[in-house]
């Protein structure tokens, strides 16, 4: 499968000359994040992290969606972390969208590049480093892992989606495929990391509104998105993060591939008060 680049922030701030005018917006069903809000003023930063930055797309909020957070991290030329993770219950999922990021994973270095998706289990022994001599950009995916007796928990692996073969979806004429990686029947897995692929012109012909929870963030293209009553345009660099039960389609709008990094939580029971 060809593969293009994707699309990673690169901070910076825009002049006083620029309209405020933007596509962000803020709902009770879902929000739109738009590539030119991820400036130097919106960064964040972590402890025990070197020569790094992020910027935070999605988080637990009550009454709005609440199983995940997702940030995009930036590491410099010789930053990283020993410590990357402080909570001991979180799982991950890495997506790397630019540079070269090595991580090691109880004592076993991987080098992972553009497309490179690693999982994490909770209480893994993990470590990144950029030893580059350039930046790295990744998508850091965190979720409170919910073990279920009788199931073991997930191994860790690491992985590139140019090396799985995409899942097409039925009647389509192989115009909407899904790049998985991991099994859906795989009942260990509480969450799905997943690369969606639309060929120019494809469409979603129906209102998906279902229970889990979205995080969808646009690798490449452009598409118009149908986000509960409302038609938004989305390009490269956008993320949209739909609450449970938003409905949802879209129409690929061209002249290349429509591509997006989808988080959803998957294969448990709902919580009952």
């Known amino acids: 499968m060809s593969q293009s680049s994707y699309?990673?922030?690169?901070?910076g701030h825009p002049p006083q000359t620029q309209l405020l005018t933007d596509r962000a917006m803020f709902t009770e069903a879902y929000a739109v994040i738009p590539k030119g809000t991820l400036r130097d003023i919106t960064a964040s930063y972590l402890p025990f992290w070197d020569k790094t930055r992020l910027w935070v797309i999605a988080r637990p909020l009550s009454g709005f969606a609440e199983t995940f957070s997702q940030y995009i991290m930036e590491v410099q030329p010789g930053g990283g972390s020993d410590r990357p993770e402080s909570d001991p219950e979180a799982e991950a999922g890495l997506f790397v969208v630019s540079g070269h990021l090595s991580l090691t994973i109880a004592g076993e270095t991987f080098q992972m590049?553009?497309?490179?998706?690693?999982?994490?289990?909770p209480m893994a022994d993990w470590q990144v480093k950029n030893e580059s001599d350039a930046p790295v950009s990744f998508h850091w995916i965190r979720k409170a892992y919910e073990p279920v007796d009788g199931l073991e928990m997930p191994d860790a692996f690491v992985t590139n989606e140019k090396d799985i073969a995409p899942t097409v979806m039925a009647e389509t004429d192989g115009k909407w495929a899904t790049t998985r990686f991991?099994?859906?029947?795989?009942?260990?897995?509480?969450?799905?990391?997943?690369?969606?692929?639309?060929?120019?012109?494809?469409?979603?012909p129906f209102l998906e509104t279902h229970v889990m929870e979205h995080g969808l963030y646009v690798l490449e293209?452009?598409?118009?998105?149908?986000l509960n009553q409302d038609w938004v345009e989305v390009e490269a660099g956008d993320y949209m993060w739909l609450r449970a039960f938003c409905p949802q389609a879209c129409y690929a709008g061209g002249p290349g591939k429509f591509r997006y990094l989808l988080y959803k939580d998957v294969n448990r029971h709902m919580k009952l008060p």
Do not use: Q, S
């Not at 590049?113 to 289990?121: K, Q, R, S, T």
């Not at 293209?221 to 149908?226: E, F, I, L, M």
């Open 7 to 11: 699309y990673a922030p690169t901070g």
């Open 221 to 226: 293209g452009k598409a118009v998105y149908r």
């Open 182 to 204: 991991v099994d859906p029947a795989d009942m260990r897995h509480d969450m799905h990391v997943t690369v969606v692929t639309f060929e120019p012109g494809a469409v979603i």
């Open 113 to 121: 590049e553009e497309g490179g998706y690693a999982y994490l289990p």
